[in-house]
Nanobody, 115 residues
Framework: QVQLVESGGGLVQAGGSLRLSCAAR????????MGWYRQAPGKQRELVAA???????NYADSVKGRFTISRDNAKNPVYLQMNSLKPEDTAVYYC?????????WGKGTLVTVSS
């Protein structure tokens, strides 16, 4: 079992920055990839960024050059540095951990970007 706890969301003006954190607890040795997803009102959940156990990263086109995913050590915690935020980045951001057995999700943290 893996438990994920997100933090760092909040209200920020357009052009500002926020850093989200995701702390994984439990069987973290089983995690292959960790990622951040977001879901805006009325929209489907989408991948924002992901990082593999080997350190490879990938980003949604809409956040490339503005967001950076990173981690302190082998797998935990994982951060999402968000710069040059736009109103369209407003969403609930969810941490995800992918293992061979299943995916795990955090409860989400709300990011609101005002114009």
């Amino acid at each position: 079992q893996v438990q994920l706890v997100e933090s760092g969301g909040g209200l920020v003006q357009a052009g500002g920055s926020l850093r989200l954190s995701c702390a994984a607890r439990g069987s973290i040795f089983s995690i292959n990839t960790m990622g951040w997803y977001r879901q805006a009102p009325g929209k489907q959940r989408e991948l924002v960024a992901a990082i593999t156990s080997s350190g490879s990263t990938n980003y949604a086109d809409s956040v490339k050059g503005r967001f950076t995913i990173s981690r302190d050590n082998a797998k935990n915690p994982v951060y999402l540095q968000m710069n040059s935020l736009k109103p369209e980045d407003t969403a609930v951001y969810y941490c995800n951990a992918d293992t061979e057995a299943r995916n795990y999700w955090g409860k989400g943290t709300l990011v609101t970007v005002s114009s």
